[in-house]
């Protein structure tokens, strides 16, 4: 059972930086679909953005466009979440999560293994 352990979040001054990561061990993320969402205090869980396994195709909801990128290293077995011009509305526990399959969802549904979470506070 593939276990996945999310790192990088913190407290960070609005328009400031913070680089998430997601190291997998036993089992890989290099033949799957990840994915890293979001849930606020009170909120559902939401879709931040996803990349394919090979890294050549990658997705993200509007309201980060722009600000985040989504990388991965399969050689690594990690995923990565660059967070820039951080807003206040970005705080929120950040979870990555590994699709069972390769093709691409916002649906965290869709997803069958997930890390613990990461909190991300943006202050104003």
């Known amino acids: 059972q593939v276990q996945l352990v999310e790192s990088g979040g913190g407290l960070v001054q609005a328009g400031g930086s913070l680089r998430l990561s997601c190291a997998a061990s036993?089992?890989?993320?290099?033949?799957?679909?990840m994915g890293w969402f979001r849930q606020a205090p009170g909120k559902e869980r939401n879709f931040v953005a996803g990349?394919?396994?090979?890294?050549?195709?990658?997705y993200s909801t509007d309201s980060v466009k722009g600000r985040f990128t989504i990388s991965r290293d399969n050689a690594k077995n990690t995923v990565y979440l660059q967070m820039n011009s951080l807003k206040p509305e970005d705080t929120a526990v950040y979870y990555c999560?590994?699709?069972?399959?390769?093709?691409?969802?916002?649906?965290?549904?869709?997803?069958?293994?997930w890390g613990q979470g990461t909190q991300v506070t943006v202050a104003s």
């Open positions: 999560a590994r699709r069972a399959r390769a093709y691409s969802s916002r649906d965290p549904s869709d997803f069958g293994s």
């Open positions: 036993g089992g890989t993320l290099s033949s799957y679909y």
């Open positions: 990349i394919s396994w090979s890294g050549g195709s990658t």
